[in-house]
């Protein structure tokens, strides 16, 4: 398959593979004691509605789009019955589902879909344009109705399987089940009713004390499976110091089985938001493929985790640094083709404009100081790369599964920052504490490069690229609810404040896609 037929496939499964699995989510939803007023619902659906566009401009895009012509009575009826309400955008812009749905089908060989759509480069220009967030919400109309072409470009005879509602029993990612069973604990917690909010003492509480607040915990973490002990027990004991260090563990914390303000706080979730957490990634567990043979990589955004995997077994797992809210790490499937020692950074057009050209301005040696070079111009703009070495901002390593998103495995000169628990520091890129124990893996099949070969390409200070003998499946994902090989049940926080926005839709069947 050609990368243009993938992101014809990636687009496509945005479009149409929503809808199945949103109604069936729906029906867990409407089973919980957690689902939402209709009052609730209806206030959304409003605040959705605020988001309009003037019908003229169906008109004008077709001017601009005359190979698209042919949709243009799809399209008008479709926007006519919304009253002119973007589908695809919200308040904070494009919506997770038009980034995400590349994993379903992507390796799928179905006749006759591997056609090229008529704008696709400008299509996967404007969607990555629209990965780095603004301040103010930018609503692109050639971006909405591009996507909503797509759905009516395609032959529905050729997706029968795709838009029927899956039955009860259709597998999914083996996640969705784990998680499912969670779900039932935690509806059966909630309608216990205790939940009590737990108030740390100013002096906090520590191994040895002995206080209400112990018992409080110990009830709480025994509700949560975390705690085995005698919950009437006031004393603070190395079993409960044990069991804090579990959920802290679950929760992406610092382990140190101490009571602090972050393990109180994580504590005192209530347990309906913990309810909509497991519900959302049960949905996107069904964005997943079903099984993957061989090798490949799943990074977990939220959790900053990069794992390998061999078939259905983690081999090992490797700390991450992931993009900043303003620019995030986008979710998508790709295949990892190339490793790139000692490799020059090219720096992308974003950061040269917003940090490298304001820099210059100030300091005509900045190139010389950060090793980097001019090695041409764009409209009078120039292109600039980092040299390799210790100081390039890629470390002495990179791994490549060519996307539209500019988004690459990499080493990284500031190893420090891996020691933080939460590491949303980059510009989009995946940073990895163990490049080299990655590159020894993915070469493991090559007997000329060991260890010993590895470390000294990473620090030839010449560019190197070696291809795979076999591209290496890489799956970005975005779960802040999943259970690990422990069988336990992890919590991560909502870094990109997705988990909501998917909530609402799920919750909704007559939500935007239904329109369709």
């Known amino acids: 398959m050609t990368y ?3 992101r014809f496939l990636l687009v496509m499964i945005i479009l149409l593979g929503v809808h199945e699995a949103i109604h069936a989510q729906a029906q867990e939803i409407k089973r919980s004691k957690n689902a939402v007023p209709v009052q609730q619902m209806a206030l959304r659906k409003n605040q959705q509605s605020l988001l309009k566009f003037d019908s003229t401009q169906i008109a004008r895009f077709f001017t601009r789009f005359p190979n698209l012509n042919a949709y243009e009575q799809n399209i008008t009826s479709f926007y006519s019955k919304r009253q002119y309400t973007f589908a695809w955008f919200d308040k904070d812009g494009l919506v997770e589902q038009a980034t995400i749905r590349s994993n379903k089908l992507m390796n799928a060989a179905i006749d006759g879909v591997y056609s090229d759509f008529f704008y696709q480069k400008t299509l996967d220009s404007l969607i990555d344009e629209q ?4 301040k103010k919400t930018t609503l692109n109309i050639d971006l909405e109705l591009l996507l909503s072409c797509l759905y009516f470009y395609y032959p529905k005879t050729d997706w029968t399987v795709t838009n029927q509602h899956p039955l009860p029993d259709a597998p999914v990612y083996r996640q969705y089940e784990l998680l499912k069973k969670q779900l039932t604990k935690y509806q059966e917690l909630e309608k216990s009713g205790q939940w009590s909010v737990i108030i740390l003492p100013k002096k906090g509480s520590r ?6 607040i112990v018992t409080q915990v110990k009830t709480r973490l025994f509700m949560l499976e975390d705690f085995k002990g005698d919950t009437l027990n006031k004393s603070f004991d190395q079993a409960l110091a044990s069991a804090i260090e579990t959920f802290q563990q679950r929760n992406g914390l610092l382990a140190d089985g101490r009571l602090n303000a972050q393990t109180i706080a994580a504590l005192n979730v209530p347990i309906k938001n913990r309810i909509k957490q497991i519900v959302v990634n049960m949905e996107r567990s069904r964005w997943l493929p079903l099984h993957v043979s061989g090798d490949y990589l799943a990074v977990n955004i939220p959790e900053f985790k990069v794992h390998v995997y061999h078939g259905d077994s983690l081999l090992w797992s490797s700390n991450a640094i992931v993009g900043k809210a303003v620019h995030p790490t986008i979710q998508f499937y790709g295949a990892l083709k190339y490793i790139v020692f000692s490799p020059y950074w090219n720096v992308p057009p974003g950061i040269l404009r917003n940090e490298i050209i304001p820099a210059l301005k100030k300091d005509s040696n900045y190139l010389a100081k950060h090793h980097m070079e001019i090695t041409g111009y764009n409209k009078w703009i120039p292109v600039i790369r980092q040299k390799p070495g210790k100081q390039n901002s890629l470390g002495l390593v990179k791994f490549l599964f060519p996307n539209s998103y500019n988004i690459y495995l990499h080493d990284t000169p500031t190893r420090s920052l891996f020691n933080e628990t939460s590491r949303a520091f980059s510009h ?21 490069w060991g260890q010993d070969n590895i470390k000294m390409a990473m620090q030839n200070g010449k560019e190197k690229y070696v291809t795979l003998s076999k591209p290496v499946p890489v799956f970005i994902a975005y779960f802040t609810a999943f259970i690990d090989p ?5 919590f991560r926080k909502d870094i990109y404040n997705l988990d909501n926005k998917l909530y609402d839709v799920i919750q909704s069947e007559e939500g935007y896609l239904n329109q369709l």
Do not use: F
């Open 4 to 6: 243009s037929q993938s």
């Open 131 to 134: 990965r780095i967030k603004s």
């Open 207 to 212: 191994l040895g004390d002995s206080a209400i």
């Open 428 to 448: 989009g890129c995946i940073r990895i504490e163990n490049p080299q124990k990655l590159a020894g893996y993915l070469l493991r099949d090559r007997g000329n």
């Open 486 to 490: 422990d069988n336990r049940l992890n």
